[in-house]
């Protein structure tokens, strides 16, 4: 199957810093990521959904100003927390779907990144 | 309705049990079935695709009925290792819906 790496695994940060996770397909272009949010026993929650060069669509409720996404190419996507506050503190994870072939339809995730705002 | 729905849970079953999920989605345009499993603390991994036909994958079973809406998935002879969160994922075009998830805990 494909890899989809992020990074950092862990990050504990002070409430009104930024932080910057990165999501990258290993072997396969991605056309198009996804951004998910994981509470604690809670579902996989869809946050926003970009593709390479153009604006993400951000699901309802989600603010795009706080949490700003770059797919600035097929293989890279960022997701910027800004302005973190504790209830932002939350398993983020990014998925990641190619553009063809066995890539197409699946969905691959990233391992995800756990977000900690003291 | 939520657009994606699974059986409640938790399912707890001896080693060696046959257990089934249920999952209904309310967008008759899907096109697109999955199943996913979710350790506790990780990432979801395909588990396997759910074709028009079904499909099997060793001790798992899945299959679609599009006119009732629903997949499931059979999983036989049941290990520990089972033990997890089973999501279904629904999609249709560039969007992908998660089912709530339904855990399973095997017991030796």
């Known amino acids: 199957g494909a890899v989809v790496s992020q990074h950092p695994s862990r990050v504990i940060c002070k409430s009104g810093t930024s932080v910057k996770i990165e999501c990258r397909s290993l072997d396969f272009q991605a056309t198009t990521m ?31 100003d706080k949490f700003l996404i770059n797919h600035a190419s097929l293989t890279l996507s960022t997701l910027t927390v800004t302005s973190a506050h504790p209830e932002d503190s939350s398993f983020y994870i990014c998925s990641a779907r190619g553009g063809g072939g066995e890539f197409l339809n699946e969905q691959y995730f990233g391992p995800g990144t756990r977000l900690t705002v003291t | ?27 008759s345009a899907s096109q ?22 079904g499909n099997e994958d060793g001790r798992f079973t899945a299959q679609l009925n599009r006119a009732s809406q629903y997949i499931s998935l059979l999983i036989r002879d049941s290990k520990l290792s089972d033990s997890a969160t089973y999501l279904c ?17 095997v017991l030796p």
């Open chain 2, 1 to 27: 309705r939520k657009e994606v729905e699974q059986d409640p849970g938790p399912f707890n079953v001896p080693e060696g049990a046959t257990v089934a999920f249920n999952c209904t989605y309310s967008n």
């Open chain 2, 32 to 53: 697109s079935f999955f199943w996913y499993r979710q350790d506790c603390r990780k990432e979801p991994k395909l588990l396997m695709s759910v074709y028009s036909s």
């Open chain 2, 89 to 105: 994922v629904v999609g249709g075009g560039q969007n992908f819906v998660f089912g709530p998830g339904t855990r399973l805990s």
């Open chain 1, 34 to 64: 996804f951004w998910y949010r994981q509470f604690p026993k809670q579902s996989l929650m869809l946050m926003a959904t970009s593709n390479e060069g153009s604006k993400a669509t951000y699901e309802q409720g989600v603010e795009k």
